[in-house]
């Protein structure tokens, strides 16, 4: 069983900064697909970016040049960096864990941009 734990949300003025982080537990993290989602109030959840095993990353059109993710496997830990927010960032963020077949979510941290 792996459990993800988010943190690092919170208010945010439209063009400010948040970085998100999301420890993971297991010993095997550095296996681990990991990415992160969004669920804006009333919306689909939809997938922000994504980091590979061996650090490749993909982003969703929106926050390319904005977003970054990353990982540190000495911590067990996932990243987003998130510059420049907007208010259409607003959202709470969930992080997720693929390995093998097997698929884990946290349970999430709300980020609101707004002024």
């Known amino acids: 069983q792996v459990q993800l734990v988010e943190s690092g949300g919170g208010l945010v003025l439209p063009g400010g900064s948040l970085r998100l982080s999301c420890a993971a537990s297991?010993?095997?993290?550095?296996?681990?697909?990991m990415k992160w989602y969004r669920q804006a109030p009333g919306k689909q959840r939809e997938l922000v970016a994504t980091?590979?095993?061996?650090?490749?990353?993909i982003y969703a059109d929106s926050v390319k040049g904005r977003f970054t993710i990353s990982r540190d496997n000495t911590k067990d830990t996932v990243y987003l960096q998130m510059n420049s927010l907007k208010p259409e960032d607003t959202a709470v963020y969930y992080c997720?864990?693929?390995?093998?077949?097997?698929?884990?979510w946290g349970k999430g941290t709300l980020v609101t941009v707004s002024s």
């Open positions: 997720n864990a693929w390995i093998g077949d097997m698929n884990y």
């Open positions: 297991g010993s095997i993290f550095r296996l681990y697909l």
């Open positions: 980091i590979s095993v061996g650090d490749s990353t």
